[in-house]
């Protein structure tokens, strides 16, 4: 458990990293538990995330400590987030709290998660997907290979 110095050393922290942006602070610190962060590129919505997930991580709320889903669209904002994340929150919380991230915390694209989502439970939505993870991936961006599979989806530039 975070003693209360941590927990202001942290928040001290995360103010000095976040220089006083009331929106990104306000993600952080804010009791909602289901969370939307939209910006352009560049306007720190990695960095507001990991500070999150560091702060959710130190409250020792058992709320937070169920399962954290941290989702993006791309593969490599997911990369960055999960390699900022495991960079930067055992340092920010202390190590025993940081070693328990992977089982606490998910980190994926969209893509990534609906599949492994249906690979766990898809058999309850159709029968076929009891073996998810035997089916044939396709390459939907080359129309030879969706008219060899004889999938009509047509293509347009």
Request: aromatic share 8%; with cysteine; hydrophobic share 40%.
């Amino acid at each position: 458990m975070t003693t209360a110095v941590n927990l202001a050393r942290l928040r001290s922290t995360r103010e000095e990293l976040h220089e006083g942006d009331e929106h990104q602070l306000q993600v952080v610190y804010s009791s909602i538990q289901c969370i939307i962060v939209e910006a352009p590129a560049g306007y720190g919505k990695t960095k507001t995330i990991v500070s999150k997930l560091a702060y959710m991580l130190a409250s020792g709320n058992e709320a937070y400590h169920k399962r954290i889903v941290a989702l993006t669209f791309s593969v490599n904002a997911a990369y960055k987030m999960k390699k900022d994340t495991l960079s930067q929150v055992p340092r920010l919380i202390g190590d025993a709290v940081g070693s328990q991230f992977d089982r606490t915390v998910l980190v994926s694209n969209y893509h990534c998660f609906s599949r492994r989502v249906l690979s766990r439970w898809g058999y309850l939505l159709a029968e076929p997907l009891r073996s998810f993870n035997s089916l044939t991936v396709v390459e939907d961006s080359k129309e030879e290979t969706l008219q060899e599979l004889r999938v009509h989806i047509r293509l347009t530039a």
